[in-house]
């Protein structure tokens, strides 16, 4: 069992509301996944820059002098912001490979990167976890979420969702995949690696691998349901909104609810209560095997 | 009047304590649960006459087990509404969530919006009305009662089915194992009529098609020895 919860704002005056109505949503699943919390934020994009997202356990030391070391690495500009065990570097765009390389190189661990995104996750009661980042004080555009309750690798800091395999992609999971290391040899093959052994991990780098090839985010979802084998609720995120898919079983619970400010989606319909509008927004349960997504 | 019970100041368990124990009255006091915000295993376990009204949507297992109780949920239901229910009605205004009326034996639920998946799985007598649609794999292995859908029906309807009595109005996107078309004989469009009047539900006996299983599976067949 895990928790997930996403909001697609669709109007701007919520925007500065994000992290607050996201952190609610992300409590309110800690009985459906205790052992970690995470979540992706889309945010403001500035031209030219991107965003790598890094977490270390010794923060203290890692981070010390960290955006300078940087700096001189790439040759460029580098501003650092430290939320408790995970730093927001922000350098310029073509950058990114090189600086993700460096940093691994110094033993950190990349949550993700992107123009727009910042993944914060951590070991921990949901309620921590968000404290810990200042989760309510962060605006955006759209946002996902999940809290963990392991079943299939070990319950770390990596091991904690959202995912990320590309710039600006993340996927949460609840269920479990049964060919994961069939397909993680199979993307290894395409050049395309992953981080960890977790199953969702995979599905992310499958997603994020179909749309390098050219698909479109639909057209990447609809091949989830063709390539992956499981039980699954995925949702994705990308800089431009959020998709929703099932497996044809379905037998993770969804739940959606659209207003004229938002769309939000859930495990549960609890996450929603603290919605404003809910009492009169239109909630769904998404359809097995059928791909939703809405993009701005 | 109604007794108004605020779960934005009680706890779920002293709600649902409350309404058993005035179901174990019998006295048919009226209720109504306001602030619901999708709790889970809201008024299950009533076994008495009582006449509940949640004001909102509610989560996981809602009015399980429910016997002669009459419980209305203004809203949506999670998955397990009125599982194993025996008797009395249960009425969702809203959709309801996967595996509505799961092993129910008796009691009328009556569902004004859709059902998802597994609707009716292993029924034993419940009656179940869907104003909707209702998803996959619904009244999979139902012994008994009746499955009366004003909508489609996903796939595989009435896989592996026993003796539950199945009625869609809309289209089925494909039967299960064992599931069949059957005619519809006089008694059947009797039961019809007397339910929907039950459930409130606007369509006609004769736009029905009845569904049940064709008892090939009651028994091994010899000739598949060799597979096993």
């Known amino acids: 069992m ?31 996944g205790p052992d970690s919390a995470g979540i992706a934020i889309y945010g403001d994009t500035v031209d030219g820059l991107t965003k790598v997202t890094i977490q270390s356990d010794t923060p203290e030391v890692d981070f010390d002098g960290l955006d300078a070391a940087l700096s001189s690495v790439l040759e460029a500009p580098v501003s650092m912001k430290t939320i408790s065990t995970h730093a927001v570097l922000t350098i310029p765009k073509g950058k990114e490979e090189t600086a993700i390389a460096a940093l691994e190189e110094k033993g950190l661990r990349i949550m993700g990167s992107g123009q727009s995104m910042e993944i914060f996750k951590e070991v921990g009661l949901p309620k921590d976890v968000a404290e810990r980042f200042a989760l309510r004080n962060m605006g955006g555009s759209h946002g996902i979420g999940h809290t963990r309750m392991a079943t299939e690798s070990a319950v770390t800091t990596l091991g904690a969702h959202p995912f990320s395999t590309a710039d600006d992609q993340c996927l949460v999971h609840n269920g479990s995949l049964s060919n994961h290391n069939q397909m993680r040899r199979t993307l290894a093959k395409k050049g395309v690696m992953t ?7 995979v599905g992310a780098a499958y997603i994020s691998s179909r749309i390098a090839d050219g698909a479109s985010l639909g057209e990447a979802l609809e091949g989830t349901l063709e390539d992956l084998d499981g039980f699954f609720t995925f949702v994705t995120g990308t800089k431009d909104g959020f998709g929703v898919v099932r497996d044809p079983i379905a037998c993770k619970p969804a739940v959606m609810a659209e207003t004229e ?19 009169a927004a239109k909630v769904w349960e998404p359809e097995p095997a059928t791909v939703y997504f809405w993009e701005r | 009047m109604a007794n108004v019970l605020d779960m934005s100041e009680l706890e779920l368990r002293a709600i649902n304590s409350t309404l058993q124990e005035a179901a174990k009255a019998k006295a048919n006091d009226v209720f109504e649960v306001e602030n619901p915000r999708g709790s889970h295993a809201l008024a299950c376990g009533l076994d008495g006459a009582v006449s509940v009204t949640i004001k909102g949507s509610t989560g996981y297992y809602c009015a399980g087990m429910n016997q002669d109780a009459s419980v209305t949920v203004e809203g949506s239901a999670g998955p397990g509404v009125a599982e194993n229910m025996m008797s009395g009605t249960v009425t969702i205004e809203g959709d309801a969530s996967q595996y509505a009326g799961a092993t129910g034996r008796g009691g009328l639920l009556n569902i004004k919006g859709n059902a998802s998946s597994r609707c009716g799985i292993s029924m034993k007598g419940i009656d179940i009305v869907v104003h909707g649609n209702i998803g996959h794999m619904s009244a999979f292995m139902g012994q008994k009662g009746n499955l009366v859908v004003l909508g489609d029906a996903g796939d595989a309807l009435g896989d592996s089915l026993y003796e539950a009595r199945l009625f869609v109005r809309g289209s089925v996107k494909s039967l299960g194992a064992d599931c069949v078309e059957k005619e519809m004989r006089p008694e059947h469009l009797e039961f019809l009529a007397d339910i929907l009047v039950k459930a409130g539900a606007d369509a006609k006996p004769e736009e029905f098609k009845r569904y049940g299983s064709a008892r090939t599976l009651y028994n091994f067949n010899i000739d598949n020895a060799d597979a096993y």
């Not at chain 1, 909001?7 to 409590?27: A, S």
């Not at chain 1, 400010?261 to 509008?277: C, I, K, N, T, W």
């Open chain 1, 2 to 32: 895990c928790g997930i919860v996403g909001l697609f704002l669709k109007k701007d005056e919520l925007r500065p509301r994000l992290g607050d109505l996201l952190t609610d949503m992300l409590i309110t699943m800690t009985d459906r």
């Open chain 1, 195 to 201: 981080r960890t052994e977790n199953d969702t991990e």
């Open chain 1, 261 to 279: 400010d938002y769309v939000a989606f859930a495990s549960e319909y609890r996450a929603f209560a603290d919605l404003p509008g809910i009492e």
